[in-house]
């Protein structure tokens, strides 16, 4: 009964197009996956959708802004040595959130491996940089706001869109991340006290926790380049 | 099907060392200041080419079946429209605030082309 996949009719699955007329004419089940991870798809859909809204209206508004928009090189650089190093913090941010990505993609493969073990220290692993992301992207905050003085509706360096934009992409961003990071430890912990292995051995949640994951990731590409490089 | 995705390691490394390896390209052309078209040019690409591995081999989406590629990937195509609409809006926006709301010690083109074509 919980089984909706191949077998409803005995027939091998078919390929291509012809494989997608079938899936969605069946009169069941028009993807071929668990239900948590075709709803997790979905549900990614949907949040591609509210972070476009998002660079799109950043990109409204610094298109129409008269004053000049502020040199985001300069903005976020930070001194090193006395050196000001442009965009120091942002990318060590970009690489840990990409290293975090590694770790996850592992933990996916040792579960459907059944190591409950490696899943869960890969999984906290990954955790742990998600955390120390959001510490970051916390210090770059409290650098804007108190030593820039950028404020939502305003800043000193140029274009006042500036700083609504910032606040609204980063933080959304930021929430998505800390949201994960309870989540990957809601289900590493999961896979530690063998919550999983009672239920039928199954670890294809640790998928779909890697793929809401993943998915903070691929955002922060499209936030790097757009807000930060552009 | 039942055993889900299951791939060997050494695909998620070779990924995981190139979207480093991209990363560092993409933060060179900011560290290099590279300027106009060269700028935005590879920062798509590199930003493409990341995304697209991301999503084709660490969230498995070369492994899924069509239906479920095609139900996740189309819909964002129709992005495109909306980007364009709105950049057109944001130009529209920029040129009247050019014509009404700017200090008189800047004179837009426009208001120039008129007088010329008062003054023959």
Redesign the interface.
Same mark, same amino acid.
């Given at each position: 009964m919980s089984d909706t996949s191949v077998a409803q009719t005995g027939e091998p699955l078919k390929e291509g197009l012809a494989g997608v007329v079938a899936d969605y004419s069946a009169d069941k089940t028009a993807f071929q996956v668990p239900w948590g991870k075709a709803m997790m798809w979905i549900f990614l859909l949907s949040d591609t959708f509210i972070f476009s809204c998002f660079l799109i209206a950043y990109m409204t508004v610094r298109m129409s802004a008269q004053d000049p928009w502020p040199l985001t090189s300069e903005v976020f650089s930070l001194s090193m040595g006395g050196q000001p190093i442009p965009l120091l913090l942002i990318a060590i941010m970009t690489f840990i959130l990409i290293t975090s990505s590694g770790t996850m993609a592992m933990a996916v493969n040792y579960g459907y491996r059944k190591d409950k073990k490696k899943t869960f220290y890969l999984m906290l692993a990954t955790a742990i940089l998600g955390a120390s992301f959001v510490g970051m992207q916390v210090f770059e905050w409290t650098k804007l706001i108190v030593d820039e003085g950028v404020r939502p509706w305003g800043n000193p360096m140029g274009a006042a869109q500036f700083g609504s934009a910032f606040f609204m992409i980063t933080g959304f961003h930021g929430l998505h991340v800390s949201a994960g990071v309870i989540y990957l430890l809601v289900v590493a912990f999961r896979v530690k006290n063998g919550f999983y292995e009672r239920r039928g051995n199954d670890y294809g949640i640790v998928e779909v926790a890697g793929l809401y994951w993943h998915f903070v990731d691929l955002v922060w590409v499209f936030i790097f380049a757009f807000f930060y490089l552009w | /099907?039942?055993?889900? &995705? &299951? =791939?060997p390691?050494s695909i998620?490394y070779s990924?995981?060392i190139l979207? !480093?390896v991209v990363?560092g390209f993409?933060?060179a052309?900011?560290?290099y &200041?590279l300027q106009g078209t060269l700028?935005?040019t590879l920062?798509?690409i !590199? /930003?493409f080419i990341? $995304?697209g591995f991301?999503?084709a081999? !660490? /969230? =498995?989406m070369t492994w899924?079946?069509? $239906?479920?590629q095609? $139900?996740?990937l189309v #819909? #964002?195509i129709f992005?495109m429209i909306?980007?364009g609409i /709105? $950049?057109i809006?944001?130009?529209y926006?920029?040129l009247t605030?050019?014509e009404f !709301?700017?200090e008189s010690d800047f004179v837009p083109f426009i208001i120039i082309l008129g007088q010329h074509i008062n003054f023959f």
């Open positions: - | /099907m039942s055993e889900g &995705q &299951q =791939h390691l998620y990924i995981w979207l !480093f990363s993409s933060y052309v900011d560290y &200041q700028r935005w920062i798509l !590199f /930003m990341k $995304a991301i999503t081999i !660490f /969230m =498995h899924e079946r069509m $239906a479920l095609l $139900a996740i #819909p #964002p992005l909306f980007i /709105m $950049a809006e944001g130009d926006t920029f605030r050019i !709301f700017t």
